[in-house]
């Protein structure tokens, strides 16, 4: 069955830096475009960023522009989420995200804070 596992979250202080990973399983990666979302206490899930299938574009949210960068390893079945120069503002749990046939998947998330 489709699984996503994230993980690399934690605590980090303003400015720091964070790598996430996102490894998969249950379908091939390399068909589909990838996402990573987040969400904080009350709010819906926001999306941050999204890549294509093949890793030939990828968007972001006005929010991210500039600092986070998404990326994929297709051969090792693995979504990436570069994150730098973090503020408070970022602090949430990061989803990683695939939409297959209409139907969308998640992973149980990994946390970020960032704060002194």
Same mark, same amino acid.
């Given at each position: @069955?489709? @699984?996503?596992?994230?993980?690399?979250?934690? $605590?980090?202080?303003?400015?720091?830096?964070?790598?996430?990973?996102?490894?998969?399983?249950?379908?091939?990666?390399?068909?589909?475009?990838?996402?990573?979302?987040? @969400?904080?206490?009350? $709010?819906?899930?926001?999306?941050?960023?999204?890549?294509?299938?093949?890793?030939?574009?990828?968007?972001?949210?006005?929010?991210? $522009?500039?600092?986070?960068?998404?990326?994929?390893?297709?051969?090792?079945?693995?979504?990436?989420?570069?994150?730098?120069?973090?503020?408070?503002?970022?602090?949430?749990?990061?989803?990683?995200?695939?939409?297959?046939?209409?139907?969308?998947?998640?992973? $149980?998330?990994?946390?970020?804070?960032?704060?002194?």
């Amino acid at each position: @069955q489709v @699984q996503l596992v994230e993980s690399g979250g934690g $605590k980090v202080q303003p400015g720091g830096s964070l790598r996430l990973s996102c490894t998969v399983s249950g379908f091939s990666l390399g068909s589909y475009d990838m996402s990573w979302y987040r @969400q904080t206490p009350g $709010k819906g899930r926001e999306l941050v960023a999204n890549i294509r299938n093949d890793g030939s574009n990828s968007v972001y949210a006005d929010s991210v $522009k500039g600092r986070f960068t998404i990326s994929r390893d297709n051969s090792e079945n693995m979504v990436f989420l570069q994150m730098n120069s973090l503020g408070p503002m970022d602090t949430a749990v990061y989803y990683c995200n695939v939409n297959i046939g209409g139907l969308d998947y998640w992973g $149980k998330g990994t946390p970020v804070t960032v704060s002194v």
